[in-house]
């Protein structure tokens, strides 16, 4: 022991002077202190040698500064789209709520087809172009302070994607018109697409080819050539447009024709008996009245339907009720799946025996607390299984994501973003998009698995923080995972409380999950976040 | 300043550089503080990799270093040297993560404290030292229990003083030298067998 610490100067003065004596004349331990030095040198030198590279990730200082970009960008876009819809929708839905005039039951079509939302997209816009003008001054602050580099880059793209969605630039062979009521009067014609925003819009006259309108009220009883792409609050079709229709609005009727589909997300729709789909109905609606014809199939989901008019396809629906005027008819195979039993008058004409599918009692047996209980045992050991599953085939992915997920604030600002343009993306494709409804259902499932994922990393950062951090031994890892999972579905049992919670882990795994993807596809180029 | 620190060695006028980019980076210059994190890096990369059990846990935990020490930076006393600050904050990190594998450490305690304090046959050691590669020397380190490699790596590679040593692993000054006595024994054990290292002088 007095050897060791003499050889690396650590005895008090005259011990050491003694040692020194001993040394001089003890040539045991004189071979033993130069045995020790040399122990010593070897340890050093085996220690600092140079044996294994760094690894390319952590050899690239590109990519900085991006953590505090998505940061503010997270942020800054969350803060902006927290503002308008508190502002926008939630604040104005509460004061107008007893003047909505929906049932309680149809609480989507409440949520979001109704209130202020609704009734004028100007305000809207307002609210994106200044987010969007908050985002482009922190890019361009950004630009200023430094050369160009890949973080500003990113910002300036997303802000000028922000600032593109929000002034609606014209292309070149389209018409734009905004204004507190826009009116085409019957006498005018518009050779080129028509863009049109206002609390109401008219369209009396001709438009040679499509319509986008963002307004509180639509009518349209002239002619359009192309399609109708509508947000609107209401919207009354009842001249004829040759394409499709495609609309999110609160209600909507149709008493005019129509060439081709109609895709529609709202409320309720009156399809009139003068009213005619050259196509076919593809809707996600509250209640329907359909006296007109529809030329080809219906596909719907719909909380009431009256089906007094003709469908010359198939027939698909879900729903609460659904009733058959005896003036109806279906031309092909039809189903309804749904809680009530449908009501078919005896003049109906269908082309087969209509296909029920109860959903009935054992349906509402599933909100019953031990079928909730059941569930959250079954959800803890499915997503307990996956868990296991991600650490040993992915290991890289895991610790990356936990990683990410261990910051707390960012993943959570990230999951937000990503909800936030989820959301609109998916809205948008299916208003946008021929095959809509599909793409929109894939988008869905597409990101319904890291959803569920989320949990895992949560869970897994839960328990590391109640049994201390492991990393190495696989057990301890999936433990600890049981652990945090545990604690999130046995809390997520809790009234309201336990539905917040989820709607955090939620955004916290997904964002982490996200940045865990980002972490993964570049981790050979991008070494560290900040 | 040792080369261990300063891997790519250290004049005034680097030294001079370093603290202006020091400076730079504390003010949020991203540029400047990829300067010295391109300085810095493959030397805590190898720290770590000396300290932590595997390849994988060294990365994770340069990262996180750098990251602290980016969070911290504001901290610095520019008084001391930069490089054994970032030691100083990279031994802490590796510390702490290793004291939270609780199972590890647990195994580790039961063992290490009937380790002998006599040094050994100073001819077998010699024998044993002109045996050994570094490459056996640092295969068996990686099989130390991690306080016992933890120190080694702090003392004979980061060149920390007994103070140093003694504020990472939260032990006494004094109980230092034990440490590294009972580390290096443990060393000399899986390098050449139990038997060969038994017996020694005082």
């Known amino acids: ?94 004061q107008q709520l007893s003047n909505a005039g929906f049932g309680g039951t149809d609480f989507v079509s409440l949520l ?51 600032l593109a969605l929000a002034l609606a630039q014209p292309a070149a062979a389209t018409e734009i018109r905004r204004d507190e009521s826009v009116l085409v009067p019957a006498t005018e014609v518009i050779h080129t697409d028509l863009i049109v925003s206002g609390t109401s819009v008219r369209i009396d006259g001709t438009v040679e080819g499509d319509l986008i309108a963002f307004t509180g009220m639509l009518i349209v009883t002239g002619h359009v050539t192309g399609d109708i792409l509508a947000f609107a609050g209401q919207m009354r079709m009842e001249g004829t447009v040759d394409g499709n229709i495609r609309v999110m609005s609160h209600t909507v009727a149709i008493d ?42 219906l596909l ?79 959800g803890f050991g499915a997503a307990l299984l996956l868990a296991v599953l991600l650490v040993t085939v992915l290991p890289g992915f895991f610790r990356a994501t936990l990683r990410e997920t261990g910051r707390i604030g960012l993943p959570i ?33 597409g990101y ?64 982490a999950v996200l940045l865990g993807f980002y972490r993964m596809s570049r981790a050979e180029a991008v070494p560290l976040p900040a | 300043m040792d080369a261990r620190r300063h891997p790519e060695g250290m004049n005034p006028a680097d030294q001079a550089n370093e603290q202006k980019h020091i400076a730079q980076a504390k003010a949020g210059d991203a540029e400047a ?72 450490q647990d195994l580790e305690t039961g063992e290490i404290e009937n380790m002998p304090l006599e040094h050994p046959d100073p001819g077998q050691l010699e024998q044993l030292i002109e045996r050994s590669t570094s490459q056996q020397v640092r295969r068996a380190l990686d099989q130390l229990p991690a306080r016992a490699r933890m120190a080694l790596v702090l003392r004979y590679y980061a060149d920390m003083s007994y103070d140093d040593v003694a504020a990472t692993l939260g032990v006494r000054r004094a109980f230092v030298g034990v440490v590294l006595l009972r580390a290096r024994h443990q060393l000399r054990d899986i390098l050449g067998g139990r038997r060969a290292m038994a017996g020694g002088a005082t």
């Open chain 1, 1 to 94: 022991m007095a050897c060791l610490l003499y050889l690396e100067g650590q005895l008090e003065r005259p011990r050491a002077r003694e040692m020194a004596l001993h040394v001089g004349e003890c040539a045991t331990c004189r071979t033993l202190l130069h045995a020790l030095e040399s122990e010593s040198r070897v340890l050093t030198s085996a220690l600092t040698e140079e044996n294994e590279s760094m690894p390319a990730r952590l050899l690239s200082t590109r990519g900085w500064s991006m953590p505090s970009w998505v940061w503010t960008l997270a942020f800054g876009a969350f803060a902006a789209g927290a503002y308008w819809l508190w502002a926008d929708t939630v604040d104005p839905w509460l």
């Open chain 1, 112 to 162: 979001f087809f109704s209130g202020a939302f609704w009734e004028g997209w100007s305000p809207m816009i307002e609210v994106l172009q200044i987010a969007a003008l908050v985002v482009v001054g922190i890019a361009a602050i950004g630009l200023l302070r430094r050369r160009f580099r890949r973080p500003t880059a990113i910002g300036v793209m997303m802000s000028a994607m922000a």
């Open chain 1, 256 to 297: 005019g024709a129509v060439g081709k589909n109609i895709t529609y997300i709202g409320n309720s729709l009156d399809l009139t008996e003068k009213g005619q789909v050259g196509g076919s109905l593809i809707s996600v609606i509250g209640e329907a009245d359909l006296d007109g014809h529809i030329h080809r199939d």
């Open chain 1, 300 to 378: 719907g989901i719909i909380g009431r339907t009256h089906l007094d008019g003709g469908i010359g396809g198939q027939m698909w629906l879900r729903g609460r009720n659904l009733a058959i005027g005896s003036k109806g008819e279906i031309g092909g195979p039809a189903t309804f799946r749904g809680l009530r039993q449908p009501v078919v008058a005896s003049g109906a004409k269908l082309a087969s025996p209509l296909r029920i599918e109860r959903q009935g009692e054992s349906r509402r047996m599933m909100f019953s607390g031990i079928r909730l209980v059941v569930n959250e045992i079954v």
């Open chain 1, 413 to 445: 600002g990230v999951g937000a973003l990503a909800l936030v343009i989820g959301i609109f993306l998916l809205v948008l494709g299916i208003l946008l998009i021929f095959v809509g409804v599909g793409v929109g259902v894939a988008g869905v499932l």
């Open chain 1, 448 to 511: 319904a698995p890291i959803l569920y994922v989320a949990q895992i990393f949560v869970g897994a950062w839960l328990g590391n923080k109640i049994l201390g951090e492991v990393s190495d031994p696989t057990i301890a890892v999936v433990g600890r995972i049981a652990l945090g999972l545990l604690i999130l579905h046995v809390a997520g049992l809790i009234p309201v409380l336990g539905g917040l919670m989820w709607l955090t882990v939620a955004l916290w795994g997904t964002g």
């Open chain 2, 33 to 104: 503080w990829g300067e010295l994190y391109r300085q810095y890096a493959p030397a805590i990369f190898r720290f770590c990799r000396r300290a932590m059990p595997t390849r994988e846990d060294a990365e994770d935990a340069t990262m996180d270093i750098f990251i602290k020490v980016r969070q911290k930076l504001s901290q610095y006393d520019s008084s001391r040297p930069f490089g054994a600050w970032l030691y100083t904050v990279a031994a802490n990190h590796c510390w702490d993560l290793l004291r939270r594998r609780k199972g590890r």
